[in-house]
């Protein structure tokens, strides 16, 4: 039997496309002559490639209703053919932001629900007021970036020394995240597959005692890079995984068996 040649939908819309795996994850697919429809609250900082043929931009908050009600609108415009979605947005808060991280009692009820809303209720509106675009192409596929964090409880003698956290809603909301990957796989089947990636921890230029107890932990010794998590998110999205649907692949080097 010959190897099938690799397709994607027609057109991608990549949320949460202003940060590095973001940024990284709409040059890929453009790379592969996939015709991008980019979303964030601000154009990222991190060069895209504008000039070439199929990226546009839409700049929306999809903490708000609003404006996930025009990017859906300006998707349907835009788009034509099969429609994949990377749902990558996620609520990320510094430590400094009033109720994100910290203690317990100092993570606040308001934070909580803006991180679902742009994690778990954005992905669930979107897709929900595209889902006749979405079935009615051949080829059409959704993949939710999740987290380890979403069956993991945290490490906290990792953060020991340092000022990074693992605010409880971030790792609510991508459990809710993986959730709605297996209903969605079950309500939108036959035509299009639903899955999701669980990354562990990227390299962000993390205090070095963190880097050296988190890699500690990890069997293959290292922490993630942008792209050990763009290359299986390309082939859930691509024809390679036609007959995958409603999974969860971890990407975390072995960290969740250690």
């Not at 994850?25 to 601000?42: F, Q, Y």
């Not at 790792?171 to 079950?186: D, H, I």
Request: aromatic share 6%.
């Amino acid at each position: 039997m010959g190897v099938r040649s690799l397709q994607f939908p027609d057109v991608v819309l990549v949320t949460g496309a202003a940060g590095a795996l973001g940024s990284a994850l709409c040059d890929a697919l453009v790379g592969h002559d996939v015709r991008v429809i980019a979303t964030d609250r601000a154009q990222s900082s991190v060069p895209h490639p504008p000039e070439r043929k199929g990226f546009s931009w839409i700049s929306a908050d999809l903490e708000k209703v609003e404006d996930r009600v025009r990017l859906v609108a300006e998707v349907r415009a835009r788009a034509s053919g099969s429609l994949g979605i990377v749902h990558n947005a996620s609520f990320v808060g510094s430590s400094e932001l009033e109720g994100w991280s910290g203690p317990l009692m100092s993570q606040s009820s308001e934070t909580w629900n803006r991180a679902l809303e742009v994690s778990l209720t954005a992905a669930f509106s979107i897709t929900r007021d595209l889902s006749d675009l979405l079935s009615n192409m051949p080829g059409s596929a959704i993949v939710h970036v999740s987290s380890m964090y979403s069956s993991l409880a945290p490490d906290w003698s990792l953060y020991e020394g340092t000022d990074l956290g693992n605010p409880a809603a971030y790792g609510v909301a991508k459990a809710g995240l993986e959730q709605l990957t297996r209903w969605l796989a079950a309500t939108l089947a036959p035509n299009v597959r639903v899955n999701a990636v669980a990354p562990g921890g990227l390299k962000r230029n993390q205090p070095k005692n963190f880097i050296d107890r988190y890699e500690a932990k990890v069997p293959l010794s290292r922490m993630a890079t942008e792209d050990d998590v763009v290359e299986p998110v390309l082939f859930l999205l691509s024809s390679h995984s036609s007959y995958i649907t409603g999974i969860v692949v971890p990407v975390d080097g072995g960290y969740g068996i250690s």
